[in-house]
């Protein structure tokens, strides 16, 4: 199947710093991509839709300043969380569409554990 | 506005019994469905996806239904192992979405050797 690598799987950095994540697409092009969030115990949030060379679609109530989305080419998609602070600490996962042009399962990464101190 | 509700949160049997897993959802306007399994701070893997025409689909020990104008899909793990241990969520795709997914929170599954 659809490999979608994250990177990195875990960071700790200190508060007012940034963090950025990558999500890749190993083995297809994908031109959408997906960014959640997960506290603990809790859902898995959609953050915002990334679609290739376009700018990206944030969900309600999710800071587009502060969650830099860029997705530059068909296989990389990156998650830059600016000035974090201890509230951004959570699970962050990315998932990949194969293809607009048919339906299929959604791709996920490994996700990345922030933690923010 | 689509709920999913997973139930029960937690549960915890000892290796080799049958066991189901509950999914239900609000909205029968869906898409999809589909199931995935989550490890301790790992990412997803997708285990079952379920068109809404169809009303079953089966991996292995794992099947799924689906009944969509009741609002509900099951899991169903055959001869449970210690393996099967994980966080086992819920998905559904809405029609109206651009391919997003609306998640349940989970059930945190423990296979007791």
């Known amino acids: 199947g659809a490999v979608v690598s994250q990177h990195p799987s875990w960071v700790i950095c200190k508060s007012g710093t940034s963090v950025k994540i990558e999500c890749r697409s190993l083995?297809?092009?994908?031109?959408?991509m997906f960014w959640y969030r997960q506290f603990p115990k809790q859902s898995l949030m959609l953050m915002a839709t990334?679609?290739?060379?376009?700018?990206?679609?944030?969900e309600q109530g999710v800071e587009k300043d502060k969650f830099l989305i860029n997705h530059a080419s068909l296989t990389l998609s990156t998650l830059t969380v600016t000035s974090a602070h201890p509230e951004d600490s959570s699970f962050y996962i990315c998932?990949?569409?194969?293809?607009?042009?048919?339906?299929?399962?959604?791709?996920f990464g490994q996700g990345t554990r922030l933690t923010v101190v | 506005k689509q709920e999913v509700t997973q139930i029960p949160a937690a549960l915890s049997v000892p290796e080799g019994e049958n066991l189901v897993l509950n999914c239900s959802f609000t909205?029968?306007?869906?898409?999809?469905l589909q199931w995935f399994r989550q490890d301790p701070g790992k990412g997803l893997t997708s285990l079952l996806l379920?068109?809404?025409s169809q009303r079953e689909q089966t991996s292995g020990r794992l099947n799924a239904s689906l009944d969509k104008s009741s609002g509900r899909s099951t899991l169903y793990i055959a001869a449970s192992q210690p393996g099967d241990s994980a966080t086992y969520l819920c998905?559904?795709?809405?029609?109206?979405?651009?391919?997003?997914?609306?998640w349940g929170a989970g059930t945190k599954l423990i296979i007791k050797p």
């Open positions: 990334s679609n290739e060379g376009s700018k990206a679609t944030y």
């Open positions: 998932s990949a569409r194969v293809s607009p042009l048919w339906d299929t399962e959604a791709f």
């Open positions: 379920i068109q809404s």
């Open positions: 998905a559904v795709r809405p029609m109206d979405s651009n391919y997003q997914l609306i």
């Open positions: 083995d297809f092009q994908a031109t959408t």
């Open positions: 909205d029968s306007a869906i898409y999809n």
